[in-house]
């Protein structure tokens, strides 16, 4: 029997399939969020405990500058050789951005996500940042925007980042206590200002509450990092989990302090050793009782692409992009291809092809699932075992699919599968209970293995 055809589905993704459990992945399960909330994380590897295994994400290094200075950050701007936050192989105009984006989402089907996270702060370099998320939000517009942000300029942007459709925001907060925070910062500019201390301190701390606060009254979906650093703030990072989830953060990322003399940090530099496996472990499992914890984070450089666990950025370096482009445009361009979905409504490919009422259709080409239009049908079965496949019912659904060169359902029965193949239109059951744009990316990066007669132009 064709992969797909089954009358006992079940979601492909699941935790126990997955081998992640509740000390491993994260510590809510997703099936108890509600439907708006799942929609936001279910194709978000960072902010999901499940999606990491599925979706890829993509940082772009636009914003080389940083309104304050961590004691565990040195950023390199031409390095190829480190794997840690503030570190990128070429800094981007917002224009090499985008195409950098639409090169990764032809190579990468699962790109989900594109993330802006330095290798200074996104928000020191409003100009270009917000330059970028605007191009590609407005050309790319299956792939959700995220940036990754200390928090200082945060809350004079939270109107923009909303209107451009910014819905996760990740804030590190490493401490909530000025006299604590002053160890971890030797500096803070504020409003033309170079500030120290617990001054310092207090000022970005109190502008990284007010930040978080104003984007969960905005429905943006908020992740805290804090670096957890031994001897400074390890005690004191149970105390900022409580504040947090509060305030509204949905979820808490604890990273070990990366401190090695070579990277040159203050840290570093001054023998300030990161936990054990064991101090991080019990430090999380403790805060797990009052916040969600995040435990899949690989504490990203500020290029990363891929998979969380493999960075491709050398795959994507500007020279390599313009190869990539150089021989897409020597290629025939191809035809967008038009496929049908059998879904409630929800964002995701989740109802069986005979039970469909309706058919969302989409126009799928490389870097775009488009959507085009919902199209009744009626219903020709009424039960699991009850479907009049014999009848008309399923001859004018296949009337009504007959510009679509694939039909993807949940679940289907053999007799429709045989049906629809006759009709030149390729049936797909594996991505049931997968959301539908990275779906149908999949699906066509997958199609050059079908016969050419199989696949139709959108009319």
Not at 28 to 48: F, G, I, Q
Not at 112 to 133: E, Q
Request: with cysteine; glycine share 8%; proline share 6%.
């Amino acid at each position: 029997m064709p992969l797909g055809i089954t009358e006992d589905a079940k979601p492909r993704a699941t935790r126990a399939a997955s081998g992640c459990g509740s000390t491993r992945c994260g510590d809510a399960a997703e099936s108890n969020l509600s439907d708006e909330m799942r929609a936001k994380v279910e194709t978000h590897p960072c902010y999901s405990d499940t999606a990491h295994l599925r979706f890829a994400r993509m940082h772009v290094a636009v914003a080389p500058a940083c309104n304050i200075q961590c004691n565990y950050c040195n950023r390199k701007y031409d390095c190829s050789n480190e794997s840690r936050p503030g570190v990128v192989s070429e800094v981007l105009s917002p224009d090499e951005a985008l195409r950098k984006v639409k090169a990764v989402s032809a190579k990468i089907p699962q790109l989900t996500v594109m993330g802006i996270a330095g290798p200074g702060d996104p928000l020191a370099n409003p100009k270009r940042t917000f330059a970028t998320l605007r191009q590609v939000g407005a050309e790319m517009p299956g792939i959700k925007l995220c940036i990754s942000t200390n928090g200082l300029a945060l809350p004079q942007h939270v109107d923009e980042l909303a209107a451009l459709g910014v819905d996760h925001v990740t804030i590190t907060i490493n401490a909530v206590d000025p006299s604590i925070a002053a160890k971890i910062y030797a500096w803070v500019i504020w409003e033309g200002e170079r500030l120290t201390g617990e001054r310092a301190a207090a000022v970005l701390i109190r502008q990284q509450l007010k930040g978080l606060e104003m984007l969960v009254a905005r429905g943006i979906l908020v992740k805290v990092n804090s670096v957890m650093i031994p001897g400074i703030n390890d005690k004191h990072l149970a105390q900022v989990s409580r504040l947090i989830k509060a305030k509204g953060a949905f979820l808490h990322n604890i990273m070990p302090l990366i401190s090695a003399p070579e990277h040159g940090t203050v840290f570093g530099l001054t023998g300030q050793r990161g936990p054990t496996d064991e101090e991080l472990q019990g430090l999380r499992d403790s805060c797990a009782t009052d916040m969600k914890m995040m435990r899949h984070c690989k504490q990203c450089r500020a290029d990363a692409i891929g998979m969380l666990g493999e960075d491709r950025n050398q795959e994507f370096t500007m020279d390599k992009v313009a190869a990539i482009e150089a021989a897409e445009a020597a290629q025939p361009q191809p035809y967008p291809v038009r496929m049908a979905v059998a879904t409630s409504g929800a964002g995701a490919i989740d109802v069986h092809f005979g039970h469909a009422k309706s058919f969302a259709v989409y126009d799928v080409s490389p870097g775009e699932v488009r959507f085009v239009e919902t199209r009744a049908a009626d219903l020709y079965c009424t039960g699991a075992e009850d479907c009049d496949e014999t009848a008309d019912t399923l001859a004018r659904t296949l009337d009504l699919l007959k510009d679509c060169a694939v039909v993807a359902c949940a679940r289907i029965g053999l007799g429709p599968w045989e049906r629809l193949e006759e009709a030149g239109i390729k049936p797909n059951g594996e991505h049931g209970w997968e959301a539908i744009e990275p779906a149908l990316a999949a699906i066509y990066a997958e199609l050059p293995n079908v016969p050419v007669a199989a696949l139709r132009p959108a009319m």
